[in-house]
């Protein structure tokens, strides 16, 4: 008999295109998720896919099996989704995407605010790019994205959440003196140390420093947010870092955090969900759970 967990972890071996990643997708062992594709391949009688030293291949039979478990599950979401939408707030799965430049500052706060309040809820989190979360989100694999907005996609809402500052981060000992408050005009763009092509915050971060010039820009981009400050601390260069991640990594990083001069740069974090969602009662408590998190945060970034 075909079940729903395999034709998840299909979906996900589909998405990762990797045993190990689409196990991590699916949050269950390799083995097991191994051993579900494997009886599902025997339920239908064909080969799903192909097993490779660089990856997983998706045979003929499996592109066509995909595209029909893909539009079940789609319905399945749908029916959940209709149920939750009578029942209690944030009661069962809540799937939320997150940006990396939020994630490791904002979960650690939220998922134990959202469980002291919502015995039910039941959380699954990807953290991801924003257009690979908005993709999932428009695919019916998340229910809600956590992101820097504007977002220019068809068929969601979007809630506005709260107001993020950029500051400067320099190293504790670099000899150069930057006048505080700081003004766009003073940043030295070849100094300017980037997230790798992709993420928000790049963009966000070269459209505060547009200012600048076209000097040369640092060739070296980091994957995360804890990188780049690393790589400041230790005098490689200068990056922009917004409020909320500055309560954790001043703590852990011989920065100095240099502000920019009224009206700051900033940029406006919001909730975002499917329009066709009929959960609009749980996005509205999610919502106020973030900004009550989020506020906390920032004013640990005020002291």
Wanted: contains cysteine; glycine residues 6%; neutral net charge.
């Amino acid at each position: 008999m075909l079940t729903l967990r395999q034709m998840r972890y299909f979906d996900a071996l589909a998405t990762a295109r990797h045993f190990g990643r689409a196990a991590e997708l699916a949050h269950v062992s390799q083995p097991a998720l191994s051993a579900q594709i494997m009886e599902m391949e025997e339920h239908l009688g064909v080969k799903l896919v192909e097993r490779s030293r660089g990856g997983v291949f998706l045979t003929a039979k499996g592109e066509d099996v995909l595209t029909r478990v893909r539009a079940i599950l789609a319905d399945v979401d749908r029916l959940e989704e209709s149920a939750r939408a009578n029942s209690g707030t944030l009661d069962g799965r809540v799937r939320l995407g997150v940006i990396p430049t939020l994630a490791p500052y904002l979960v650690p706060q939220l998922i134990p605010y959202l469980r002291a309040r919502y015995a039910a809820i039941e959380i699954e989190l990807k953290e991801s790019l924003t257009d690979r979360l908005i993709a999932d989100l428009g695919d019916g694999r998340l229910d809600a994205v956590v992101a820097a907005l504007p977002i220019d996609a068809d068929g969601i809402a979007a809630r506005p959440l709260f107001s993020d500052r950029f500051f400067m981060a320099v190293a504790d000992n670099d000899r150069k003196v930057l006048m505080s408050p700081l003004t766009e005009a003073q940043v030295d763009i070849s100094q300017l140390l980037l997230l790798e092509e992709g993420h928000c915050l790049r963009d966000q971060a070269l459209a505060v420093c547009n200012s600048a010039g076209k000097r040369q820009l640092m060739s070296f981009g980091a994957t995360s947010m804890a990188t780049l400050l690393q790589m400041v601390a230790n005098g490689m260069g200068m990056t922009l870092i917004p409020e909320i991640a500055i309560p954790s990594e001043a703590a852990r990083n011989a920065i100095r955090i240099v502000p920019f001069a009224e009206p700051g740069p900033a940029r406006e974090i919001g909730l975002i969900w499917r329009r066709s969602n009929p959960r609009r009662r749980d996005m509205e408590a999610l919502g106020e759970a973030i900004v009550d998190c989020a506020r906390s945060i920032l004013k640990g970034a005020e002291r």
